[in-house]
């Protein structure tokens, strides 16, 4: 079956950069699309087919996929850049699938 | 501006149906360019996709659900809606509905979730 993993956290301090892994067999074969959810909120879009962003989301996020794995990149990230990150893919024989998730802490 | 919002009861009996309506609003459901679809996050945990329709009928289920799950649309009321049988204290979760972008399967726009919790 096709799962996506992301490490469970990751930490950085304001004003740089995270970067957010997200691993699946041959990813780079599929479009990646990336979700920020904030405590108690609905998930955003926040990236889509790999590199896209909505109307909307700053330009401190972008990112890549390549080969077995996507990234999430947030350049000079900002406090209220705290949140989970989910990455997702669809795949033919399963459908929809989310990574496992990955909480960003901005300290 | 299109809207999602999800209804249905917040608690339902173990072995019973857990059903959930989405109402789409700001535009129609009768749309070959989206699909309609259930996502679910169980307190603490990550989203897990369940199903997707498109507005003629044409469905998807994740395999690890499809023996309980049906999800139906009804266009005329701009709805669809999730049916998920014989639940169980591990299908306890908040429940989000949200429009799906067929070209590239990603889901552009989210309901604000309902917490539904399987208890006697």
Redesign the interface.
């Known amino acids: 079956s096709f799962e996506l993993t992301q490490p469970p956290s990751v930490s950085v301090s304001p004003g740089q950069t995270a970067s957010i892994t997200c691993s699946g067999d041959n990813l780079g074969n599929k479009y990646a699309s990336w979700y920020q959810q904030k405590p108690g909120q609905s998930p955003v879009l926040v990236i889509y087919q790999d590199i896209k962003r909505p109307s909307g989301i700053p330009e401190r996020f972008s990112a890549s996929n390549s080969g077995n794995s996507a990234t999430l990149t947030i350049s000079g990230t900002q406090t209220l850049d705290e949140a989970d990150y989910y990455c997702q893919a669809w795949d033919n024989s399963i459908g929809g699938v989310f990574g496992t998730g990955t909480k960003v802490t901005v300290l | 501006q299109l809207q999602l919002q999800e209804s249905g009861p917040g608690l339902v009996k173990p072995s019973e149906t857990l059903s959930l309506t989405c109402t789409v609003s700001g535009g129609s459901i009768s749309s070959s360019s989206y699909y309609w679809?259930w996502?679910r996050q169980p307190p603490g945990k990550?989203?897990?996709?369940i199903?997707?329709i498109s507005y003629s009928g044409s469905t998807?289920?994740?395999?690890s659900l499809k023996s309980r799950v049906t999800i139906s649309v009804d266009t005329s009321k701009n709805q669809f809606s999730l049916r998920l049988s014989s639940v169980t204290a591990a299908d306890t979760a908040v429940y989000?509905c949200a429009q799906?972008?067929v070209i590239?399967?990603?889901?552009?726009?989210?309901?604000?979730?309902t917490l539904v919790t399987v208890s006697s």
């Open positions: 679809g996502i990550g989203l897990e996709w199903g997707s998807y289920y994740n395999p989000y799906i972008v590239d399967w990603y889901f552009d726009l989210w309901g604000r979730g």
